[in-house]
């Protein structure tokens, strides 16, 4: 067990709705050099999760809270995601991005690069590639899917990272287990990008972006949305100040197992030893 260097300062915000900071901390692991460049996360009711990183691993294990805030990770092990052959992923194949649990707890990833969406009966299983709609083959290098969620019914849906021009909407696109869809659009605006979606216990889509330049540094905002005929109903939650957060990617809303919402977000440290894995939480009140 590695503990961990706890941060309970939260920094303003321009934009806050019904969230209630939870806790900050910095994760660390010492001489794991595949350690880093998370892009995905899934929290449990108990406390476990699920990780993905963009060099092609899962990691697994325990956030630890003390009074409801977050004071410490225990990484249980992490392993290489397979392709189809049962052989760890490896070149450009390696860029996961977006990771989903569907209902039955199978393991859902999404790339980009060699853009596609692959499942897993579980994290040490093989992959069997889901189909792929015409879209996927235009999206920008190093710009796919780059967010993924699952709702209740099994409906799976993705978002790539960007839209094509700054004022062109992001396409979400939804597979219903035998076909895709481009169910609806989300407005795009200032510089943000996509960066992870998630579907929350109360059915709505939980969608992070993320904004980042040399003068500004890396900013974040966090919109919500109704399922219904499309998406309905956006309402930003979170919007950082520019520069005041590290580059978060993942986001998981879950209930705990006091039936409390909470929203966990995980940074990308890009391997870089300016940067770190921040993991940060809020309760979701409404």
């Known amino acids: 067990m590695t503990r961990l260097l706890a941060i309970f300062l939260f920094l303003p915000l321009t934009a806050l709705a019904d969230l209630v900071p939870a806790g900050r901390l910095v994760w660390e692991q010492e001489n794991l050099s595949s350690f880093g460049g998370f892009s995905g996360i899934e929290v449990f009711a108990d406390g476990r999760f699920l990780a993905i990183t963009d060099r092609g691993n899962f990691f697994w294990g325990e956030i630890k809270r003390e009074n409801g805030e977050l004071v410490e990770v225990h990484l249980d092990d992490h392993t290489a995601i397979l392709d189809s052959k049962g052989t760890p992923l490896d070149g450009l194949n390696t860029d996961a991005e977006g990771l989903a ?5 199978a393991i859902y990833v999404s790339f980009e690069g060699n853009h596609r969406i692959m499942r897993h009966s579980d994290k040490f299983a093989a992959a069997e590639f889901l189909p792929k709609h015409p879209d996927f083959a235009t999206l920008q290098r190093n710009s796919g899917m780059e967010a993924l969620a ?3 019914s099994g409906n799976i849906y993705t978002i790539p990272e960007r839209s094509g021009t700054l004022t062109r909407p992001f396409p979400v696109y939804q597979f219903d287990g035998a076909e895709w869809t481009r169910f609806a659009e989300i407005a795009r605006s200032d510089d943000f990008l996509i960066a992870g979606a998630d579907v929350g216990p109360d059915g ?3 969608v992070l972006e993320r904004g ?3 003068l ?12 219904a005929d499309g998406l309905q109903d956006d309402e930003t939650l979170y919007q950082s100040r520019a520069g005041n957060l590290s580059n978060f990617e993942g ?7 006091t039936g409390q919402t909470r929203l966990t977000l995980i940074a990308d440290d890009n391997f ?3 940067q770190r894995t921040i993991i940060e939480e809020y309760l979701v009140v409404d």
């Open 204 to 206: 709505r889509l939980y």
């Open 101 to 105: 649990i569907g209902p039955d707890g």
């Open 272 to 274: 870089n030893a300016f």
């Open 251 to 257: 986001i998981s809303v879950w209930l705990d197992d």
């Open 212 to 214: 980042a330049s040399l």
């Open 150 to 152: 699952i709702d209740r």
């Open 216 to 227: 500004r540094g890396f900013h974040v905002r966090i919109r919500r949305f109704t399922i």
